[in-house]
């Protein structure tokens, strides 16, 4: 497999390197992605709680813990994706970083924690994002957001609000808002 490698662009680890294995349905977001949603959502993550339902190279949630998120809980069901996470998570220190070796859906069905902010870019190709949608609102603390990545957006039922939206190249991005939590 070959390495491929991200730069974290904001917060405490900011210029660090994490790395990757190339991997059919892995795509990291881009920077300019990355940055545009850390601006939307401001620079500080302090006391923020995340959830990446997706892992796969982590990007999102390494900043998001980088810019002082207080606890970043990242999905990932294939096993050798979670081998470089973890081996990053070290390399970093990242000790407010959870791994959990899962099925996103049975993660949701398990879990009962709620977060600030959850991080949904599934593989293009399975199209999840309209189930995976319906099933967050439990999940989301009262002003909770869902980042959500693709190449092309599902229309959001009216339970959800479109608070901002992207596009960079062939990915497509939006933050959500639920209508149900407030």
């Avoid at 900043?63 to 050798?80: C, K, L, Q, Y």
């Avoid at 970083?97 to 593989?123: G, N, T, W, Y």
């Amino acid at each position: 497999m070959i390495r491929n490698k991200v730069r974290i662009i904001g917060g405490e680890w900011r210029s660090r390197i994490i790395t990757f294995d190339s991997c059919a349905d892995l795509r990291p977001t881009p920077d300019r992605v990355r940055e545009t949603v850390f601006n939307w959502l401001g620079q500080d993550m302090s006391g923020k709680r995340c959830l990446d339902l997706f892992a796969g190279s982590g990007a999102m949630s390494f900043e998001a813990a980088s810019r002082g998120a207080a606890r970043v809980v990242m999905v990932e069901s294939d096993p050798g994706v979670m081998k470089t996470l973890k081996i990053n998570v070290q390399k970093l220190g990242a000790e407010r970083i959870e791994l959990m070796s899962m099925d996103a859906l049975k993660f949701l069905d398990s879990d009962r924690h709620q977060f600030d902010l959850v991080f949904l870019d599934p593989p293009y190709r399975l199209g999840l994002l309209p189930k995976l949608l319906s099933s967050l609102h439990s999940h989301l603390a009262g002003s909770g957001l869902v980042y959500i990545e693709n190449d092309s957006l599902p229309e959001v039922d009216a339970d959800w609000l479109v608070w901002r939206q992207g596009q960079a190249g062939k990915v497509r991005y939006q933050l959500l808002k639920s209508k149900k939590n407030g």
